[in-house]
């Protein structure tokens, strides 16, 4: 199934840094997120676009997961990239498959 | 228990305006904030001051507080704002003028200075956050270094009286939190109330982004009347507590989901989120929906500042060239293709010299490259050519290469465009804090 099926995403941007909210829409399902979401998922997913690392936070309490994910943007105020925040970012996030709900 | 009630007026400096009217005149608000300075905006108002002495503050203070200034006074709205960017001073004496004219006399409004920390930047021996190499190497090419201040100044302008306090650079959530250290006088290392009002101020420092703006996405988060967004009422207790809410009526949404986005937006590990006056920890925070369009925030807290002010450095960067040209029909996806392979090799044979090119098929890879893109062939499709120089006469000539294809490119291309400019980019630097001198100067309409 698709990420987008299970959680929604906003994408905020510091410098050319990117961070990538990953919230259940049903705290039932971010046992599932945080099993199959990994840091590693997540650089894989952006290889090409993102070029350092990846860490992720937990935030149990409101069923959400935080990526900051560096050297994302190429520099927000001197990139060359149409969409220069990276606000797109969440989007192409929710396209990742995962496993179904056991 | 007793509660401010503060509105946000402006989440962004073009952001609309009707919004904040309505706060203004239904919203039952104590304080009116308005947030209006990204990154890089101060560079560009301190370019403007560089030009002329009197400009460098928000173009559009003028339209925002002619549009509220009356109902605040009336009501007693104090008007909280980063709108004097590069010229806080200028902004203030504007905005007695502004006042005087609408009728309103022996208003106080106060101008928050002491973020520009350009010499103190230029003479020191520091180091940029992002490309690891010393303010110095960026030589000549320097045109601004603010400092994000604290709420302490703005605290201080209110308590002289203050009817509107303009800043420069600060933190966006000091510009919420400042109204709440005043209003509950709270003190200054009360870490856990400072961090509760942290949270507050950044849920509501980018307005509609809370009340359903940046989040519909039909069939899977549909949010009602958007044409007519409500900005958002954050309902803020004596201890802290945050409630986000807006106008009955007005359109929008306000739900966990809204929330919980706007919460860790811009925000990197939540247990340690930087701020002048504290370290917000965000990590335990819990919401509750607690009515229609009304979530409570609870579990904030917060830990003792690093004693380092972030500085943004503007400086000029580089020029950038840019053209554009759209394909539509069968065969677009080749056709766009083979003008972009004209573009590279034209800028090639006239000897255009860019350090960094970028060739995209809006449509195609534009945003994300083409291994997510999956091989779609879209309808239509439109080249971007954008490519950065070291003259603003290389620039132009890379938009003219993508225009000339009208009549040497391939076949059907239409809707071109060309821009050239100039690249003001910011990286940071850390500064002690002890070197930022902040100041009130208070004016009267």
């Known amino acids: 199934m698709k990420l987008r099926a299970l959680a929604h995403s906003r994408t905020g941007d510091k410098g050319d840094t990117s961070n990538i909210s990953l919230i259940a829409y049903d705290m039932a399902d971010y046992a599932h997120l945080e099993a199959h979401v990994t840091p590693e998922r997540v650089s894989e997913h952006f290889r090409g676009i993102v070029t350092g690392a990846v860490t992720r936070y937990a935030l149990p309490k409101i069923g959400a997961l935080n990526f900051v994910l560096t050297g994302a943007l190429g520099g927000v105020t001197r990139s060359l990239a149409l969409d220069a925040h990276g606000k797109g970012l969440s989007s192409a996030l929710l396209d990742l498959e995962i496993p179904d709900r056991p | ?445």
């Open chain 2, 1 to 445: 228990m007793r509660t401010i009630r503060m509105g946000a007026g402006a989440g962004y400096s073009g952001d609309r305006i009707e919004p904040a009217v309505e706060l203004v005149e239904k919203g039952d608000i104590d304080y009116l904030v308005f947030e209006c300075l990204a990154e890089r905006t101060i560079a560009l108002a301190q370019q403007a001051r560089l030009r002329d002495p009197g400009a460098g503050y928000d173009p559009l203070l003028d339209a925002r507080l002619r549009a509220v200034l009356p109902a605040c006074a009336a009501k007693g709205i104090r008007i909280v704002t980063n709108m004097g960017a590069a010229n806080p001073v200028a902004a203030a004496q504007r905005t007695c003028t502004l006042a005087r004219d609408l009728g309103l006399t022996g208003l106080t409004v106060a101008a928050v200075t002491g973020d520009d920390l350009l010499d103190a930047v230029r003479a020191g021996d520091f180091t940029l956050a992002e490309s690891g190499e010393r303010v110095a190497s960026l030589g000549n090419r320097i045109v601004a270094a603010n400092a994000y201040l604290g709420a302490a100044p703005i605290v201080a302008a209110l308590k002289d009286g203050a009817d509107v306090v303009i800043t420069g650079r600060v933190g966006d959530p000091a510009l919420f939190l400042a109204p709440l250290i005043h209003a509950f006088g709270w003190r200054m290392d009360d870490w856990e109330r400072l961090g509760r009002g942290t949270l507050a101020g950044h849920l509501l420092e980018c307005a509609g982004q809370i009340t359903g703006g940046y989040f519909a996405d039909p069939g899977h988060k549909d949010v009602p009347d958007l044409a007519r967004l409500g900005f958002p009422i954050g309902v803020v207790a004596e201890d802290g507590t945050v409630e986000i809410t807006k106008v009955a009526g007005s359109g929008g949404r306000i739900s966990l989901a809204t929330c919980k986005e706007q919460m860790l937006y811009e925000v990197h590990d939540p247990a340690r989120y930087l701020q002048p006056d504290v370290i917000g920890d965000f990590s335990d925070v819990e919401m509750e929906e607690v009515g229609p369009d009304r979530v409570r925030a609870t579990g904030a807290t917060g830990s003792p500042p690093t004693g380092l002010l972030k500085v943004s450095v503007g400086y000029v960067d580089s020029y950038v060239g840019e053209g554009q040209i759209s394909y539509a029909g069968p065969g677009a996806l080749a056709r766009g293709r083979l003008a972009r392979e004209i573009v590279r090799e034209r800028l090639a044979l006239t000897g255009v010299r860019t350090s960094e090119l970028r060739c995209d098929l809006i449509g195609v890879d534009a945003l994300h490259g083409e291994a997510l893109a999956g091989g779609r062939e879209p309808y239509e499709v439109r080249l971007r050519v954008a490519g950065r120089t070291e003259t603003l006469a290389e620039a132009v000539r890379i938009g003219n290469e993508v225009e000339t294809l009208y009549t040497n490119g391939p076949a059907g291309g239409g809707g071109a465009w060309k821009s050239a400019r100039e690249i003001v980019a910011v990286q940071s630097v850390l500064v002690p804090a002890e070197r930022a001198r902040p100041a009130v100067h208070l004016l009267t309409s």
